[in-house]
């Protein structure tokens, strides 16, 4: 068997373990088996949200080539932990979020949306340190504190719900019917000088699968929040806009993988760039879901 693809199918199956176990309840119940009490699951998740955050700041500073004589790539993470700190962790240990929706967080949104504007519409934004600071800085820590918002838990029921689980799973969907089915299927392309190997017929075959999926979590998980049928909607349509954002980014900067901490897969960014541009999206719809 091919070397690389022994490689990527390890890294494939080791990351989506850690995901597993650490937007579920699983990862928690096996360290409690071996130390009974030394773990809750959403201190795991919160491991896994801060981890995939620093990375990905990491991953951009790194790919954008910041100029190393200039200040603007040491502030990052001060700025970043401060944002996700302030606005998102001290929300999410206080389980605040969905009660006090503010000015702040559709700030928040709309910056997401004006980062990726200036990416495709004004790039040359970006060839400047103070361009480069101010998108790292959204596009990493908005979306990963958003992340946090999406899961309910009860310390003392020891209960944690699993809405980023099915994001994920929901977003595998998408990925993986999209490829096969512009494998077999695709003609047309959705954004050759973005994305060659993307087709209309594999967006196409994406968005009906994962359709499908959301229908069949929905009947059998009615609890979560949200309707999974809509987002799966969102996923399959807002999922490959991630990717082709990421795409662009990489384009610009004349890089090929953002990083290799995931052996065979490139980077977080590289595996996470769908769930950066999903969970602002999913979230929203969560806080429209909730108030309407």
């Known amino acids: 068997m091919d070397k690389n693809l ?26 409690n088996s071996i130390s009974p009490g030394l773990v809750q699951p959403q201190n795991l998740y919160y491991g896994l949200i801060t981890f995939f955050l620093f990375m990905a700041a990491w991953e951009c500073i790194k790919m954008m080539k910041f100029d190393p004589k200039g200040w603007e790539k040491w502030v990052v993470f001060p700025v970043i932990l401060l944002v996700f700190y302030q606005l998102f962790s001290k929300r999410y240990f206080n389980h605040s979020f969905y009660f006090d929706f503010n000015i702040s967080e559709i700030l928040a949104l709309s910056l997401i949306a004006i980062a990726v504007i200036t990416l495709f519409r004004f790039p040359k934004e970006l060839y400047f340190d103070s361009g480069k600071l101010i998108f790292t800085i959204i596009y990493t820590s908005i ?46 392309k959705m954004a050759p000088k973005i994305s060659p190997k993307k087709t209309w017929e594999g967006f196409a075959g994406g968005v009906f699968f994962t359709i499908i999926l959301g229908y069949i979590i929905e009947m059998y998980y009615p609890d979560l929040r949200g309707n999974y049928i809509i987002v799966g909607l969102l996923v399959s349509v807002f999922g490959p ?10 384009r610009n900067f004349g890089v090929k993988d953002s990083g290799n901490v995931i052996p065979g897969h490139g980077g977080i960014l590289d595996r996470l760039d769908s769930f950066i541009i999903c969970v602002p999206v999913v979230y929203l719809y969560f806080i429209l879901d909730k108030l309407l």
């Open 6 to 31: 022994v490689l990527r199918l390890i890294g494939g199956l080791l990351y989506g373990l850690v995901v597993v176990l650490c937007t579920t309840n699983l990862g928690a119940q096996f360290i």
């Open 241 to 250: 806009f991630g990717d082709l954002v990421e795409s662009q980014l990489k």
């Open 143 to 188: 979306p990963f504190g958003f992340a946090l918002a999406l899961p309910q838990f009860s310390s003392l029921e020891q209960t944690f719900t699993l809405e980023v689980f099915f994001l994920f799973i929901l977003i595998w969907s998408s990925d993986s019917f999209a490829y096969f089915t512009g494998k077999f299927l695709g003609k047309h």
